[in-house]
């Protein structure tokens, strides 16, 4: 079995935790609103951010032996340069002009971005690539049905979703290149660490849609009898 496949199947159960989060499986239903949308957008702005400079802080941390690395984390890095004013700009086409960029994560957000740099800082760098596979292996399989999803009932804008889905048809590329890459790592340390922070950040994503409001979602009145 390659180290992909044990980094699926060792992370299984992990994944399908995070797809039963109410709001996940509401949105499947079509139960969504405007705000819920919106709030999950403010979140992932607080995350994506972050995704350049911990790859750049990964890459200045490459242990020794694992150099080899480098080249690939480049065109991480070019590729997801900019990603963070997508969404900006998604948010202001849902009529939104808060000053998101000024306003502060939740905690959620904040804790799984601070185990990422801690993961690169005081852990093991490689640990990182454990959240490269849950958000994008995650963004593969949800992000292009979520926004066809959100976006019929609330009658939004084709610009109100370039994230979702400039994100989702990215990620399929980017999710065979990273099979490619984890295929590589043999060092059984390091194949530990990642599928040990890929479990641990597939919590942690889940608690970020596990702090996101729910819609409202209004029963069918009842009949009464005569």
Same mark, same amino acid.
């Given at each position: 079995m390659s180290f992909h496949q044990q980094l699926l199947k060792q992370t299984e159960l992990n994944r399908m935790a995070l797809l039963s989060t109410p709001i996940i499986q509401g949105c499947l239903r079509g139960e969504v609103s405007l705000p819920s949308y919106v709030a999950f957008l403010h979140q992932a702005y607080h995350h994506v951010r972050h995704t350049v400079p911990l790859m750049q802080a990964f890459r200045s941390r490459l242990p020794a032996g694992?150099?080899?690395?480098?080249p690939a984390l480049d065109e991480y890095i070019e590729e997801e340069q900019g990603h963070d004013e997508?969404?900006? &700009? &998604?948010?202001?086409?849902?009529? &939104?002009?808060?000053?998101?960029?000024?306003?502060?994560?939740?905690?959620?957000?904040?804790?799984?971005?601070?185990?990422?740099?801690?993961?690169?800082?005081?852990?093991?760098?490689?640990?990182?690539?454990?959240?490269?596979?849950?958000?994008?292996?995650?963004?593969?399989?949800?992000?292009?049905?979520?926004?066809?999803?959100?976006?019929?009932p609330l009658g939004l804008p084709d610009s109100a979703f370039s994230y979702l889905r400039s994100h989702g048809t990215l990620d399929q590329e980017h999710?065979?290149?990273?099979?490619?890459?984890?295929?590589?790592?043999?060092?059984?340390? &390091?194949?530990r660490d990642i599928i040990h922070c890929a479990q641990v950040f597939f919590r942690l994503y889940g608690d970020v849609f596990r702090d996101l409001p729910l819609p409202a979602v209004h029963a069918a009145p009842r009949m009464v009898a005569a």
């Open positions: 694992r150099e080899w690395l480098a997508w969404i900006l &700009d &998604d948010i202001r086409a849902c009529g &939104d002009t808060s000053a998101v960029r000024h306003s502060q994560p939740g905690v959620a957000t904040e804790v799984m971005v601070a185990y990422a740099y801690d993961t690169i800082a005081r852990r093991n760098p490689l640990g990182f690539f454990g959240m490269v596979h849950v958000l994008e292996g995650t963004s593969v399989s949800l992000a292009l049905l979520a926004a066809d999803q959100i976006q019929k999710v065979q290149h990273f099979q490619l890459l984890m295929d590589q790592i043999t060092d059984p340390q &390091d194949q």
